[in-house]
């Protein structure tokens, strides 16, 4: 882990792994304005402060998030790249839900657009690529797989992930505390509707 400088008032903690910054995330977040990327943490505060902050402190073992009770997003499993998931992975459609369903996920990070949250721990199976060509519009709901990551579009976009089903559940409201429904940290279980 590094620990750098992010203009005058942030540092960034530069992880190895994705598990690594999620232990950093978990062990911080609580005590400082902290946001979690891929293999980073920035926190936001006066950066001495922060830097004592770190020092003192040791990324947290992130299996414990996965004790919590899950979010359960129920999903109609229909979407247009199931079948090919279930090529490239060789496993029946049927298999491909199961193992979808199978486990929960963990919140890893937020990104893309407000209330999509990018999901690990899944099933080792489901590690497809990302759709050669992107579509111009994915609509909002939509559930996919890209690398070892499960995402569910929060509004109409772009997108170039793997499509296996839909869900009505509502990913991003401004009048809701916290806005995401997802958010660091929280375990995830998708059941079929």
């Known amino acids: 882990m590094k620990l750098l400088p992010c203009g005058d008032r942030a540092v960034l903690i530069d992880c190895e792994t994705l598990d690594e910054a999620q232990g950093w995330f978990a062990a911080l977040h609580d005590d400082v304005d902290a946001v979690l990327g891929a293999r980073t943490v920035l926190l936001r505060g006066e950066p001495s402060a922060l830097r004592s902050l770190v020092d003192r ?15 359960e997003i129920a999903v109609t499993y229909d979407g247009p790249d199931l079948a090919d998931v279930a090529e490239h992975t060789g496993m029946s ?43 111009t519009s994915v609509p909002a709901g939509a559930v996919g797989l890209a690398g070892e990551f499960s995402g569910v579009y929060p509004r109409s976009s772009p997108g170039g992930w793997q499509l296996i089903g839909h869900t009505d559940a509502v990913m991003f409201d401004v009048d809701r505390d916290p806005p995401a429904l997802l958010t660091p940290g929280a375990p995830v279980r998708f059941v079929e509707a």
């Open 57 to 71: 402190s040791e990324p947290e073992d992130i299996t414990a998030a996965e004790a919590g009770d899950a979010i």
């Open 93 to 135: 459609e049927e298999e491909v839900v199961a193992a979808h369903t199978g486990k929960p996920w963990i919140v890893a990070f937020g990104g893309f657009a407000p209330g999509f949250a990018y999901l690990v721990g899944g099933d080792d199976r489901l590690v497809v690529p990302r759709r050669e060509t992107p579509r």
